[in-house]
Antibody
């Protein structure tokens, strides 16, 4: 079955850290750019970060630069997002997504991150 | 950052009617524009990419048009399952989403 499964979300205090993971299956993971997209409660989606097929190129939205790091392991078909110095405004559902010919053509079910004291 | 502005915010229509949703970019994104549908509690689903190409499995009642800064998503005859929130997204310069249009039952 073709799917993306996220894990690692939870409740964390402001200034804390969290590592999200995504397990990919059913397709050739190493052939695709991959992204993390988040969606705050009641808001539209926001692209967070992406990574090239071989990991040699990465991009981040300005609001997370220097705090979040995206990484992948093609041998394990996995995608990670290390989130440091978390803020209340980082509270959202985080989705692992695949970048297809255009847009995000595959989404996981999402993992909730709540930043609160 | 490229800002996408969607209109209207809410569209109230009856099943069978035609829905026309607009998305305007703050600068040209050429044809690097996608549309998504999202239902409550679900992840967004890709409908259209490249401004006018339907994604795999998307019914032909969904169509996209436009280029540059002005784009349209048309649903030719609303089915009960089409009532949802729709987002446009550009991938010509980094990636940004519009704020969404809710299509609700009149």
């Amino acid at each position: 079955e073709v799917q993306l499964v996220e894990s690692g979300g939870g409740l964390v205090q402001p200034g804390g850290s969290l590592r999200l993971s995504c397990a990919a299956s059913g397709f050739t993971f190493s052939r695709y750019w991959m992204s993390w997209v988040r969606q705050a409660p009641g808001k539209g989606p926001e692209w967070v970060a992406n990574i090239k097929q071989d990991g040699s190129d990465k991009g981040y939205v300005d609001s997370v630069k220097g705090r979040f790091t995206i990484a992948r392991d093609n041998a394990k078909n996995s995608l990670d997002l290390q989130m440091n110095s978390l803020r209340a405004e980082d509270t959202a559902v985080y989705y692992c997504t695949r970048e297809g010919h255009g847009g995000f053509d595959m989404w996981g079910q999402g993992t909730m991150v709540i930043v609160s004291s | 950052e490229i800002v996408l502005t969607q209109s209207p915010g809410t569209l109230s229509l009856s099943p069978g009617e035609r829905a026309t949703l607009s998305c305007r970019a703050s600068q040209s994104v050429r044809s690097y524009l996608a549309w998504y549908q999202q239902k409550p509690g679900q992840a967004p689903r890709l409908l259209i990419y490249g401004a006018s190409s339907r994604a795999t499995g998307i019914p032909d009642r969904f169509s996209g048009s436009g280029s540059g800064t002005d784009f349209t998503l048309t649903i030719s005859g609303l089915e009960p399952e089409d009532f949802a929130v729709y987002y446009c997204q550009q991938y010509g310069n980094l990636k940004t989403f519009g704020q969404g249009t809710k299509v609700e039952v009149k």
